[in-house]
């Protein structure tokens, strides 16, 4: 498929994130002395920065793409909260899917960088399952969107509580019903939840982790072995891995593959998992073999790990980046 003619296809998309968001706060500042009252840093602050983080990074890759992005979670009816639904006003995302709540907290997540340097983080949230009125309440808002027309649904799991097994059933049964694909980047907590899900996308250490198995990725029968394990359990209908620096693998039952990781100066790999998910389910919307929808979400995660922080991809180098990979292919 033509680059600009995917990219094209893209901006028709309508996908809902549903999951754990936060707010990513960063005090910045310079650090000169150690203080005198303890053997710490004085960092003297200079910038304060509120950022979207969690399910909400997974938005912004989405609306980066092209794509409209509909971000529904739960979220405190507190000031940070607030801040959220204005963060996400201000980046183009739709907040319709959001609920606040009197009972609950709103994430945050405060890094204190000094120098350059992440000195210190300071996490503010409340982790146990939304309640059941609440879970009802995320229930109605996300089968409206359900019914009223959405290419995908992207499950996005921090184990902050929002996603719970029963919300995950009744959001896979409505969108299996509506023919809706559905893309799980998961967490240990509900690792075998999501059952009759599109497509999959543990990295390896979760995989291990879920299956409480021990092997190394040289021996691919044995990683094989566990992701047929994992598939028996699941009945998913793609399974997609991440591998850091080995690449990526992806399994349908009808095929294979394993694509190496590119060459790449690394300076931070968070939020890359975001981006994998992102990308790889705006493609299997615009149905592109699996072998693409691995290799260009494989190509948008190494593009993301050679900034600092988490950043959402760029379209115009991703669309570059493709174009470099089919030019290469075709020259092979």
Request: charged share 25%; net charge negative.
């Amino acid at each position: 498929m033509e680059t600009s003619f995917l990219f094209e296809q893209f901006k028709n998309k309508r996908i809902a994130i549903v999951g754990d968001v936060m707010l990513d706060a960063y005090l910045i500042g310079g650090v000169t002395r150690i203080s005198p009252e303890a053997p710490v840093p004085i960092v003297g602050l200079s910038k304060k920065e509120n950022r979207l983080g969690g399910a909400a990074n997974v938005a912004l890759n989405i609306v980066s793409l092209g794509a409209k992005a509909i971000i529904c979670s739960v979220v405190g009816n507190d000031t940070e909260g607030g801040e959220l639904i204005d963060l996400f006003e201000k980046e183009g995302v739709s907040a319709e899917g959001i609920i606040q709540s009197h009972s609950r907290k709103t994430t945050v997540k405060t890094r204190v960088i000094g120098n350059n340097q992440q000195l210190l983080r300071i996490d503010s949230e409340q982790t146990n399952n939304i309640s059941l009125t609440e879970e009802n309440d995320l229930l109605v808002k996300l089968y409206a969107l359900i019914d009223s027309g959405i290419d995908a649904l992207i499950f996005e799991d921090y184990n902050k509580g929002v996603l719970t097994p029963s919300l995950i059933a009744g959001i896979l049964q409505r969108c299996q019903e509506k023919n809706i694909p559905t893309t799980v980047d998961p967490k240990k907590d509900n690792f075998f939840a999501y059952k009759g899900v599109t497509l999959f996308k543990p990295n390896l250490k979760e995989l291990k982790e879920g299956l409480n198995l021990s092997f190394s990725i040289q021996d691919k029968v044995a990683f094989e072995d566990a992701v047929d394990q994992l598939e028996a359990k699941l009945e998913n209908k793609n399974t997609f891995i991440t591998l850091s620096e080995h690449g990526v693998f992806i399994k349908s039952s009808i095929e294979k593959h394993y694509i190496p990781a590119h060459i790449r100066n690394i300076a931070d790999v968070s939020g890359a998992g975001d981006t994998v998910i992102s990308v790889a389910t705006l493609c299997l919307t615009v149905g592109l073999p699996l072998y693409q929808i691995a290799a260009y979400a494989n190509l948008a995660g190494g593009l993301v790990c050679e900034k600092s922080g988490v950043v959402s991809i760029e379209k115009e180098q991703l669309a570059h980046e493709i174009k470099l990979l089919e030019t290469e292919k075709i020259g092979e």
